[in-house]
């Protein structure tokens, strides 16, 4: 996620549509030009979504599913969003037990067959990480994009900022009056300005950590179903799935003059070759038989055999060090 600025910001509205737009061509949120329905409330910051990705040139629908919690003041809501927004309004009873969570879900279940955009901002993720930390002792963070397709554009925008963005563009928005009731409205209006108290950038830094706790790419290979994956994890290391195992190994580097690969110095003046680890399947170049037959027959053990250097050109493996030589190339192994 791009970093909001910090909280007291009120971006001139042009310059706070080129944050938003930025932050969706990062996250590949919606392609552009695209239709996308708006989950409205009336509040500033669906209100401010819905006027962004128009003037954004986006394609957009609102939508307010109305759960009649509040009476008069929902269908009030209900009102202003078909008028001022033009939205589709939807009545939905809350369930027997209306917790946050289960009313979310309820309104995520409508236009399921369509993008949908939430005006989630960088102040809901603070709350959101703070609650969590306390109920669960983890920091998962709101995602700009669930795994139902529902994304959030504002997630680099503070509340305050939307609220001026509004304002900055004369938009009517509703106040919710249950904001104070809910989980929610207790971090919003009694914890974080005592946090802001012990430390003037508290809602920063509950932002960094939720940032800080996004799937690395080793988590990704390792929640991935697939039986065969491979991902360069940077500084030289690539990370192996084959089903059930998973491995580190040296990423491939050019053979150029000479290579390091662990205990191993290989040189060789010949163009075109590349040192990388064994890979199932790989067999020698011109030749049937498999480089892991040749462990077998050389009996290397089965430990030593995933990070073993091979060189290769293209995808044929011309030597193995110590095993299998070739012209040109030489290899030394130093003691242990």
Same mark, same amino acid.
């Given at each position: 996620? $791009?970093?909001?600025?910090?909280? *007291? *910001?009120? *971006?001139?509205?042009?310059?706070?549509?080129?944050?938003?737009? #930025? =932050?969706?061509?990062? =996250?590949?949120?919606?392609?552009?030009? @695209?239709?996308?329905?708006?989950?409205?409330?009336?509040?500033p910051d669906s209100t401010c979504l @819905?006027?962004? /990705?128009?003037? &954004?040139?986006?394609?957009? +629908?609102? /939508? =307010?599913?109305? =759960?009649?919690?509040?009476?008069?003041?929902? $269908?009030?809501?209900?009102?202003? %969003?078909r008028e001022a927004l033009g939205a589709d309004v939807v009545d939905a009873p809350p369930p027997e037990r209306p917790t946050e969570?289960? /009313?979310? #879900? &309820?309104?995520?279940?409508?236009?399921?067959d369509r993008l949908r955009a939430t005006g989630h901002t960088a102040s809901d993720q603070v709350e959101t990480v703070l609650y969590r930390l306390v109920a669960s002792g983890g920091t998962k963070a709101i995602k700009a994009k669930r795994e139902d397709g529902v994304v959030r554009p504002l997630l680099p925008l503070w509340r #305050?900022?939307? !609220?001026?963005? %509004?304002?900055? #563009?004369?938009l009517?928005?509703?106040?919710?009056t249950s904001n104070p +009731?809910?989980?929610?409205?207790?971090?919003?209006?009694?914890?974080l300005p005592l946090l802001r108290r012990l430390h003037p950038a508290a809602e920063l830094n509950l932002l960094r950590l939720a940032d800080d706790r996004r799937p690395s790419k080793l988590d990704e290979?390792?929640?991935?179903?697939?039986?065969?994956?491979?991902i360069d994890l940077g500084n030289g290391l690539t990370a192996v799935r084959e089903y059930e195992r998973v491995w580190l190994e040296q990423t491939p580097v050019a053979l150029e003059q000479n290579v390091r690969w662990g205990r191993w110095r290989i040189e060789s003046e010949l163009p075109g070759l590349k040192v990388r680890s064994w890979r199932p399947g790989d067999r020698l170049a011109g030749r049937r038989k498999k480089v892991q037959d040749v462990f077998v027959d050389a009996k290397i053990p089965?430990?030593?055999? !995933?990070? @073993?250097? &091979?060189?290769?050109?293209?995808? !044929?493996?011309v030597a193995v060090p110590g095993i299998v030589e070739a012209p040109g190339i030489t290899a030394t192994r130093e003691a242990e």
């Open positions: 996620m $791009n970093e909001p600025q910090t909280q *007291a *910001a009120t *971006a001139e509205p042009a310059a706070l549509r080129a944050r938003v737009e #930025e =932050h969706i061509r990062r =996250h590949e949120l919606i392609p552009a030009g @695209w239709e996308v329905v708006a989950l409205v409330s009336g509040g @819905w006027h962004v /990705l128009g003037a &954004l040139g986006y394609r957009v +629908e609102a /939508l =307010h599913v109305n =759960h009649g919690l509040r009476g008069a003041e929902s $269908n009030e809501d209900a009102r202003f %969003c969570e289960a /009313l979310r #879900e &309820l309104r995520y279940s409508f236009a399921r #305050e900022e939307t !609220e001026a963005y %509004c304002r900055a #563009e004369a009517s928005f509703r106040v919710d +009731e809910t989980a929610r409205g207790l971090i919003r209006e009694e914890i290979l390792l929640a991935d179903a697939g039986g065969s994956k491979r089965r430990s030593e055999r !995933e990070a @073993w250097p &091979l060189v290769v050109r293209g995808r !044929e493996v």
